[in-house]
């Protein structure tokens, strides 16, 4: 089983920058592919990032294309999201999510592909 945990959402002027962190603990963080998902009240999940195990594959949403960056360190089992850039229309609450590769492959889009969630953290863009 592991846990997803997100930190370093808040609130942040339009065209300023924040930078998600999900920890990662009970599981084999290297063995998972990892997405970044937010949602908006009233709207449906949307993908933003995915990253694979080794962090030498990433996608991105093309809302997000050239703004956002996801990486990795699988030495401190953690996940980041660096958002340049940002946009009132970014406004959601971000979740992590990971999924195992030895049972999953290579997941992008698919939220229903994913095997464990956290619990979100709010991002808010004031224009």
């Known amino acids: 089983q592991v846990q997803l945990v997100e930190s370093g959402g808040g609130l942040v002027q339009a065209g300023g920058s924040l930078r998600l962190s999900c920890a990662a603990s009970?599981?084999?963080?290297?063995?998972?592919?990892m997405g970044w998902f937010r949602q908006a009240p009233g709207n449906e999940r949307e993908f933003v990032a995915a990253?694979?195990?080794?962090?030498?594959?990433?996608y991105y949403a093309d809302s997000v294309k050239g703004r956002f960056t996801i990486s990795r360190d699988n030495a401190k089992n953690t996940v980041y999201l660096q958002m340049n850039s940002l946009k009132p229309e970014d406004t959601a609450g971000y979740y992590c999510?990971?999924?195992?590769?030895?049972?999953?492959?290579?997941?992008?889009?698919?939220?229903?592909?994913?095997?464990?969630w956290g619990q979100g953290t709010q991002v808010t863009v004031s224009s």
């Open positions: 009970g599981g084999t963080f290297s063995s998972y592919n």
């Open positions: 999510a990971a999924a195992d590769l030895r049972t999953r492959g290579w997941v992008v889009r698919a939220s229903e592909r994913y095997d464990y």
């Open positions: 990253i694979s195990w080794s962090g030498g594959t990433t």
